[in-house]
C-alpha cells in the first residue's frame, strides 16, 4: 500500500463521493503538506474503510477531493478497553494519551479521586488539546478510528455507572494482595473491559470499597509500585495481550 497522508473526517464531511476537508486540515494540506490539485490523500470516517481520496480543488478554507478508491484495513483491537485515569501532575497524562492510544484504548476519562493534586475545572482548554493529541497519535499509529476523550474530568461514581456494563472491570491497586490479571478466570473472553487507575497517591480505602460495590475488581501490577504514567501502559499491554492483539 502506498503511504499517504492521513486525515479523520466526520460523516457529514462525505457526500455523493466526495469530501471536504476544512478547519486545520486546510492549512496542513497546503502550508506544511504543499499538497496541490492531483495530489491524494487518505481519508478514515470511523470505519475501517480508507478512502483514497484525489484532490480537485485545494481553497483557502476548504479542500475537495474525490473518492478514487478504498480499502479495508482493520487496525482496531477485538477488546474495547476504557480508561479511567486519574489526574496526575505535570504533562504524563499527555504521555499517557499518546500511548494509550498506540496501545488500542477505545476511551479515556479523566478522573479527579481524593488524593488527585491536580484538578481540572470547567472551561479548561486541557481537554480540547488531549484530544488534539489522540488524533495525532491515532494518525502516527495508524488507527481506524479516534479514541474518545471525556469532555470533563469525572468522578469515580459517574465513571463505574457509565461503565456498568463493561464484560469486565477492573481497578489496579498497589495495595491487593493477592489477585493479578492472570488469576482472574473467565468462562467467555470479555470484548470489553473498563479499567481504573489512580494519582501519584494511590486509591483511598474508602474508593476501593466504592468500586468494589459497582463490580470492580482489584488487581496488583506485581510486587513494585509503579508511576503514576508507567501503570496504565503496562495494564494495556497485558490485556492486550491476554484478550486483545498483542
Known amino acids: 500500500m502506498i503511504s499517504r497522508h492521513k486525515f479523520f473526517v466526520n460523516k457529514e464531511q462525505i457526500a455523493d463521493n466526495k469530501v471536504t476537508l476544512t478547519g486545520s486540515d486546510v492549512s496542513h494540506i497546503r502550508t506544511v503538506l504543499r499538497l496541490k490539485v492531483g495530489d491524494s490523500i487518505q481519508v478514515i470516517c470511523d470505519s475501517d474503510q480508507w478512502l483514497i481520496v484525489r484532490l480537485v480543488e485545494v481553497k483557502a478554507k476548504e479542500v475537495h477531493g474525490e473518492i478514487i478508491d478504498s ?6 483491537s477485538p477488546l474495547t478497553v476504557h480508561l479511567g485515569q486519574a489526574m496526575i501532575k505535570g504533562n504524563a497524562f499527555d504521555v499517557i494519551l499518546r500511548k494509550s492510544v498506540e496501545l488500542g484504548v477505545h476511551s479515556v476519562t479523566p478522573l479527579t479521586t481524593e488524593r488527585c493534586v ?4 470547567e472551561g479548561s482548554n486541557k481537554i480540547e488539546r488531549w484530544k488534539k493529541i489522540v488524533l495525532e497519535s491515532s494518525k502516527q499509529c495508524g488507527r481506524s478510528k479516534i479514541p474518545q476523550v471525556a469532555e470533563m474530568a469525572k468522578s469515580l461514581d459517574i465513571f463505574c455507572r457509565n461503565n456498568n456494563d463493561r464484560d469486565l472491570k477492573l481497578i489496579f491497586w498497589e495495595q491487593e494482595p493477592n489477585t493479578r490479571l492472570k488469576d482472574i478466570k473467565l468462562n467467555v473472553t470479555p470484548r470489553s473491559v473498563a479499567i481504573l487507575i489512580g494519582p501519584e497517591g494511590g486509591f483511598s480505602q474508602a474508593e ?3 468500586v468494589r460495590e459497582y463490580g470492580f475488581q482489584s488487581v496488583s501490577l506485581g ?3 509503579l508511576r503514576a504514567e508507567t501503570a496504565p501502559l503496562v495494564a494495556l499491554s497485558l490485556l492486550q ?3 486483545g492483539d498483542l
Open 118 to 121: 491536580v484538578k481540572t475545572p
Open 241 to 243: 495481550s491476554l484478550w
Open 223 to 225: 510486587p513494585r509500585i
Open 71 to 76: 480499502k479495508t484495513v482493520n487496525l482496531e
Open 208 to 210: 476501593i470499597e466504592t
